[in-house]
């Protein structure tokens, strides 16, 4: 069994704006706790909650320890612990958009420590927040502030909002949050390629035929319909998550594991994507079902044309990949929770074997959720006497299994990411100008739809989108992986 080893931050004080919002109880708050129980907050470490509610210490504590006991299950803490975490967290009431509050939320903080603000409130509010730190005299030099998805709604909004952040913080103090950068998996995709010898020779046009990602939810939009309705798959995952995911696989190796040197490279691959051409984008949008209303209820927007599915096929144009197709997807109400990388390598160049009839290519799987892990698939001698058959088998890299007894505990990505903060780690954080240049390459896209009146095609609740996206790989003569847990 690895035991890993952790190493306390600086002390801090964390100001979580929107503190007692859906994104603290469920992932911010349980984050800090599980690193407070790893021995990796220090004693002088403050959490303070702000919203605009009226709420003293006492009663922030006991929605902590509710959201703590929700986010593990129901399963029992010891007592002492748990309240040694409580007790680091302490509550101000301020209203973002108004002047009463701030002096309050002031005197709790403390000279000499590292000072954080996470906005994990409406993304209309992050300059409002921005402004009003400064105004208030609540942010130096060291301050660093955590922006949270979305950043914009296209190119214009995002350089605004990168505008109105520059003003008051260098790019040094800004962490724009993608919580798939803070995924173990995620992070082991790099240390694959550049910890090892075996995989960067092949990792290109000549050697690889293509490249899918599949990031598939079960759940609808229902409960954030409103927001999801503006938005569509195109921005709310493509944008950020897959373009990120997508940057990972298809960078040059940095010349060091440091933030603006892993940055410029993503940069570089955003850079030289094709323009996505109307025939390489399929839209979906889900059907009702049995017992589960159609998207357009649950947006509550019965003429709704935003996508709950996007399926692409987006070609690079550089050097290494040029002729290797990378296929993104992802959608809503697809029949499984399941998100994963393929890289599928290409045939050997000559067939030496009578019987290649069982021949499958190798393809190395990076699953993202559930059960994060790798896998490659390689092609063995079937076992027998009688002839050379060829069968598949995997080597299975699933962590839980490698990496510790009984199942390694897989922190969530807040965890790593709030503790990257505290460190003034950017390195899985993205840069302002990666963010402007994801838009720029997606605004075109959408554009071109809208302009054309294009439609979403309806898919049916628990299937694999709509039969066009199978179509936009059948016709390259290649094929979706299955969609499952
Ligand atoms: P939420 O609506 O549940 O919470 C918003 C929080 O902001 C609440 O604490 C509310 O009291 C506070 N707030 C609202 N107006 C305020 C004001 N004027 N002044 C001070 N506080 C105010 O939202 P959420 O789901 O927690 O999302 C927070 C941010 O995180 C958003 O930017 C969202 O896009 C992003 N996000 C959320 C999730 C998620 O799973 N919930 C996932 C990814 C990103």
Known sequence: MMVSRIIPVEPFDLVVFGGTGDLARR???????????????????????????????????????????????????????????????????????????????????????????????????????????????????????????????????????????????????????????????????????????????????????????????????????AYYDRAGAMRDMVQNHLMQLLCLIAMEPPHRFEPDAVRDEKLKVIRALDPLLPGEVVRGQYRAGPGSAGYRADAQNPAS?????????????????????????TGKRLRARASEIAIAFREPPHAIFDQQEGWKENVLSIRLQPNEG?????????????????????????????????????????????????RGNQTLFMRGDEVEAAWAWTDPAIALWQAAGDRPLPYDPGSSGPEDALMLMHRDGRRWREIRE
């Open 27 to 225: 992932k911010i708050l349980p984050a800090l706790y599980r690193r407070f129980r790893a021995g990796q907050m220090p004693k002088n470490a403050r959490v303070i909650g702000v919203a605009r509610a009226a709420m003293d210490d006492a009663a922030y504590r006991a929605f902590a320890a509710a959201a703590i006991a929700e986010a593990g299950g129901g399963e029992a803490e010891p007592p002492a612990e748990g309240a040694d975490f409580l007790a680091r967290l302490g509550y101000v009431a301020v209203d973002a958009e108004a002047a009463a509050g701030w002096e309050a939320l002031g005197a709790r903080l403390r000279p000499g420590v590292v000072r954080a603000c996470y906005f994990s409130v409406a993304p209309g509010l992050f300059a409002t927040l921005a402004d009003r730190l400064h105004a208030h005299a609540l942010a130096g030099p060291g301050t660093r502030i955590v922006v949270e998805k979305p950043f914009g709604h296209d190119l214009d909004s995002a350089r605004a909002l990168n505008a109105t952040l520059a003003r008051h913080f260098g790019e040094g103090q800004i962490y724009r949050i993608d919580h798939y950068l803070g995924k173990e998996t995620v992070q082991n995709l790099m240390a694959v390629r550049f910890a090892n010898i075996l995989f960067e020779p092949l990792w290109n046009a000549r050697f690889v035929d293509h490249v899918q990602i599949t990031v598939a939810e079960s759940v609808g939009v229902a409960g954030r319909g």
């Open 305 to 329: 044309d935003t996508e709950s599915f996007i399926a692409m096929r987006v070609g690079i144009s550089n050097w290494r990949w040029k002729g290797t197709p990378f296929y993104l997807r």
């Open 374 to 422: 790798m896998n490659l698939r390689v092609m063995i001698k079937e076992p027998g006497p009688g002839g050379m058959r060829l069968t598949d088998v995997p080597l299975d890299m699933s962590f839980a299994t490698a990496l510790g007894a009984g199942g390694a505990v897989i922190p969530d990505a807040y965890e790593r990411l709030i503790m990257d903060v505290i």
